[in-house]
């Protein structure tokens, strides 16, 4: 199947959108996800950095109103956007806003009540192989250079660390479905969706996997 520069972009024609980037460690001490999911007239928006010894930060918006511009998603002290700088070769990541530090990562499938960490990412996703095709859309393998940076405690950095992202579309989208993790490192980035789905992934050396309960 090939893919053109178009299904970068927003698919006038589908009921949901969705953007889904993931990079981490190739130690796995660190990682970071974000998401974005247009949904008619709204956006969903999510995230999480994970670093070894402190807790996930946690960033949900569920009912963001679009923009002119659909890869900015602006709520109530939280900006986040993904730019396409160039199809199939390179993206900008972003956020800034006020996530939450959950010591128990189990919190983030419930209310996700913890801590306010002020954070802002500023990521550049390169691809490093070719998009190749999955359910509904292409995956897509590449590496991340870029910050986080955080209030209060040393920034979470990656220079060209593994990873990967996933460009879907559709009438209708569960979760990304990903390969199950026999083990991991202990660094999980839970999230509730408003349809009433859930991932749960975990970290491990060689990347993001779906925790298996």
């Known amino acids: ?14 009921a949901v959108d969705e953007w889904l980037f993931a990079a981490w460690r190739p130690d796995g001490t660190a990682g970071v996800v974000s998401g974005h999911r247009l949904v008619g007239r709204r956006a969903w928006y999510w995230s999480a950095v ?21 890869f900015i998603v602006k709520a109530p002290e939280m900006w986040a956007e993904h730019h396409c700088v160039a ?36 990521l550049e996703w390169y691809a490093t192989g070719e998009p190749t095709p999955i359910d509904h859309g292409y995956e897509q393998a590449g590496v991340v250079h870029g ?34 993790a026999l083990a991991h490192t202990g660094l999980r980035a839970p999230f509730a969706f408003p349809d009433g789905s859930t991932a749960d992934w975990v970290l491990t050396p060689d990347g993001w996997r779906s925790r298996l309960r």
């Open 87 to 122: 199809p199939f070769e390179q993206w900008s990541i972003g956020n800034e806003g006020h996530f939450a530090a959950l010591d128990d990562a189990d919190e983030a499938l419930g209310r996700a009540y913890g801590t306010p960490e002020p954070s802002s990412a500023d």
């Open 147 to 180: 910050v986080i940076e955080l209030l209060g405690r040393h920034h979470v950095t990656f220079a060209e660390a593994p990873a990967r992202r996933w460009r879907r579309w559709g009438s209708e989208l569960g979760p990304q479905p990903i390969a199950g």
């Open 50 to 70: 994970v670093e070894d010894g402190y807790p996930v930060l946690h960033l949900t918006e569920w009912d963001v109103r679009l923009r002119s511009d659909p």
């Open 1 to 14: 199947m090939r893919f053109d520069a178009g299904d970068e972009m927003p698919h006038p024609d589908a």
